[in-house]
């Protein structure tokens, strides 16, 4: 029996990218988010090239009614799931209007964190089942131009490791994701990007971990030196700083 | 939507501009960016000139938009986006028995880019253009009003080969062609000279032909080269590794007359005396030169030129007059074409005509350019027609007097874009669009 993957936020490149992966190999796909027509598109295209069963599922991080639908959508079997949900407004937005925070902890953290908290218990009835949570490299280090981004995913990242610790007593894994820039919309046109990933060499990335049960990886693999160094200045340096 | 202002260039290279361009990921984006701030689209920039280019403009890339939105194994009916590869296509579809009904020299055009050329394949003479096979066009025109575009729609044959004027396409349904398997049964002979090449063309009965010219090649044996006839087959075979890229550009003499000359004849006695039959996989019958990525590196950074022209079967003798006038100069490299068309076009600035098309490469130098410009006369003078897929050097003048439905063309374009919105670098250079 095919395994179930589902893509909360499918409509990010990266989503995509692994859904064209999983279907290539066979495995059944949930893709789930708010642009319904546009999951339907990869949908449609996951179907025809390999994927027994590609639905859309509603998903808004932001509205937790939506969650159950999108782990029914999964049906029986060993599930398992991706995460790439989150969202980044200008820091200087946020400046302007605080309330903005919410929004961005809740898609970047605790909106998925709540969902794969109902999936949990899925991962352990079936003794198996993987999440891969994508955070960012912005969660090592609170820094001036996105610090409420950042802290988000530095949340679910300490959310992910304790999940990780509890997963793995029933036979689940959880692997934690933290991409440098990748060339997706949310980079296109933004000055200061460089060493930019193809979504496609991510995806790839992101199932090999998943298959090698890898706890916690930078993709491209560079990206844990570059952050080894920033984590190492020291922050009486570092907060003079605008790296 | 974001902006990205970036140098950009065709894939001749020859020609750049700086502009910006946004690469939507979802129609809805797409659709806003129309109403909003429309521009034109471009794809994986396989043209070689300024078709896909917009100094000081916008310019909106269709590649993230490359899925299969639906297919009827029935009908043989795909429903695909814009910026899908025909690479990716023929990869998804031919295992399954189907193949796009056209496919160009390379697999990384896109879906979008063949319409608004109008390409053909090495089955031209006998399937006719790609937009002969395009069952409906999802247009979005500036101002963001979708279109769903059939044939009998006047709009269709301004889209197709209209160079991106009337609008962005979103997404085509395309027929495809069924075929045997993944695998290409070809049957290659050398050709002795010019006569005996337009003799075989002429009377060869295979779907798939095209002729490798050697353009360096003089005298008696002027037009030399070698004929590929191909039919679909099935079987296993092995596929090819990774494509091998050109990392960086190369320097001036890697394509100099005498290692041309030599790396010709070296390729024309590859192909027994005798001719043979070999077995391939489909993209490298189709696709040959996709196996080295960034190839159009090799002529450096000062990029190349393609001339492509096409002229009617009963004008062969000027078309061997410009070949020869070609192996005089000893300019060219080895990527030299020649095929017989047929009669098949779907657009009114589509470029094909029944007749004979030869398409060389040169690197781009002032001799070559001026080179060019001789032979674009000379196309004129023998009421032929240069492919503008390929141009970057044609004067206006000789463009408009190439393609008779040009001013009709204009008019249709100017109706759905009446502010220019969708003017490239080329339609300006060539003047494409005044009444």
Known sequence: ?243 | MRWKTTEYAGWGRALRATGNLARPERLSSLTALMREEPAPAIGNRRSYGDACLNTGGKAVATVRLDRILSFDPDTGVAEVEAGATLGDLATIFAPMGWLPAVMPGTGFATVGGAIAHDVHGKNHHGAGSFGQHVQAITLILPGGETRHITPDDPLFAATVGGLGQTGVIASAALRLLKCKGDVMIVTERRIGGWDEFLDRLDRSDATYTVGWIDATAKGGDLGRGILEEGETGSGLITRRGKARAVPFDAPGFALAPAVVKVFNTAYYKRVPERGRTVVKPIEDFFFPLDKIRDWNRLYGREGFHQFQCVVPIENAPALRAMLERIAQSGLASPLAVLKRMGPGRAGMMSFPMEGYTLAVDFANRARATRLIGELEADALAADGRIYLAKDALSKGATIRAMYPERAAWAEAVNAVDPDGAMTTDLVRRLDLRSL
């Open chain 1, 1 to 243: 029996m095919p395994e179930t993957w589902i893509l909360l936020g499918a409509s990010s490149s990266m989503a995509r990218a692994m859904a064209r992966a999983l279907a290539e190999r066979g495995d059944a796909i949930v893709l789930a988010g708010r642009d319904i027509a546009d999951m339907e598109a990869t949908a449609a295209h996951a179907r025809l090239t390999g994927a027994p069963s590609a639905v859309v599922a509603r998903f808004d991080a932001r509205d937790p009614g939506t969650f159950q639908g999108v782990l029914d959508a999964a049906g029986d079997g060993v599930v398992n799931a991706a995460v790439f949900v989150g969202s980044m407004p200008d820091q200087s937005a946020i400046d302007a209007d605080p309330s903005l925070i919410d929004g961005t902890v809740t898609d970047s953290f605790t909106g998925p964190a709540r969902f794969l908290q109902m999936l949990a218990p899925v991962i352990e009835a079936n003794g198996a089942g993987c999440v891969i949570g994508v955070g960012s490299v912005a969660g090592d280090r609170g820094r001036i131009g996105n610090y409420v981004y950042g802290a988000a995913k530095a949340g679910f990242h300490t959310y992910l490791s304790g999940l990780r610790n509890r997963l793995t007593r029933s036979g689940g894994h959880v692997v934690t994701v933290k991409p440098g820039f990748v060339d997706s919309a949310m980079t296109w046109g933004i000055e200061g990007m460089f060493l930019v990933a193809p979504p496609e060499a991510v995806a790839r990335d992101l199932l090999k971990a998943a298959e090698k049960r890898r706890d916690v990886i930078y993709t491209p693999f560079f990206w844990r030196y570059i952050m080894a160094i920033i984590r190492s200045i020291p922050e009486r340096m570092f907060k003079k700083m605008s790296v």
